[in-house]
């Protein structure tokens, strides 16, 4: 079974300074994963995606994710944080006509 | 791109009404639609996948008969929330995927903005 597990609930970091949201993943074939970014009250947006061809992927936003097979892993992360990146980050694996959600990570930017 | 349209953003109602949400996928047919929820500072939870022409396919512990599904064009897939108490108060989030992209392996999802509902 495919499953996805967000390591921290909660980030918090300066403006300027790096992001690293973690995740990591369980599947029994090939993931596909991807990161989704949710404002309040809103619907989902697509920040990038991996499916099975180069490990280090370019989102939007400057957002970069890198899918590790040894670790399964897929972290995402952003050399510069900005205060518009204050939000829910979701991390989504894959499963047959269906997308399997983490719990979430909410990132704090302070000023 | 791909754009789902989601009405109403919000809607408060009474205990024991009814409430319709819809989903429009608007440049694309989307034959397949799923229809999540989300509680305060949680994940989504698929609720069911609704299928165009067809009966929709519920997840375990979701009732039928209090969320009713209607595919009923290539284009519109509405939830409807009958007999409405605060327990169901939440947030509804629908979603689809263009045609001849798949759907889950390696296709995002197309998410509409969601509908905050509020059961007083």
């Known amino acids: 079974a495919q499953s996805v597990t967000q390591l921290d609930s909660h980030v918090s970091v300066s403006e300027g300074t790096p992001v690293l949201l973690r995740c990591n993943y369980s599947?029994?074939?090939?993931?596909?994963l991807f990161w989704y970014v949710q404002h309040p009250n809103k619907g989902l947006q697509l920040l990038l995606k991996?499916?099975?061809?180069?490990?280090l992927v370019k989102g939007i936003n400057g957002f970069e994710a890198e899918f590790k097979k040894s670790e399964t892993s897929f972290h995402l992360t952003k050399p510069s944080a900005h205060m518009s990146d204050a939000a829910e980050y979701f991390c989504?694996?894959?499963?047959?006509?269906?997308?399997?959600f983490g719990q979430g990570t909410r990132l704090t930017i302070n000023p | 791109g791909a754009v789902v349209s989601q009405h109403p953003s919000w809607v408060i109602c009474k205990s024991g009404t009814s409430v319709k949400i819809e989903c429009r996928s608007l440049?694309?047919?989307?034959?397949?639609m799923f229809w999540y929820r989300q509680f305060p500072k949680q994940s989504l939870m698929l609720m069911a996948t609704?299928?165009?022409?067809?009966?929709?396919?519920?997840e375990q512990g979701v009732e039928k008969d209090k969320f009713l599904i209607n595919h009923a064009s290539l284009t519109l897939s509405t939830l409807t929330v009958t007999s409405a108490h605060p327990e169901d108060s939440s947030f509804y989030i629908c979603?689809?995927?263009?045609?001849?992209?798949?759907?889950?392996?390696?296709?995002?999802?197309?998410f509409g903005n969601g509908t905050r509902l509020t059961v007083t």
């Open positions: 991996y499916t099975s061809a180069a490990t």
């Open positions: 599947s029994s074939y090939s993931p596909s």
């Open positions: 979603s689809a995927t263009p045609p001849g992209q798949g759907i889950g392996y390696n296709s995002p999802l197309h």
């Open positions: 440049d694309f047919q989307a034959t397949t």
């Open positions: 609704s299928n165009e022409g067809s009966k929709a396919t519920y």
């Open positions: 989504v694996v894959s499963a047959p006509g269906r997308l399997v």
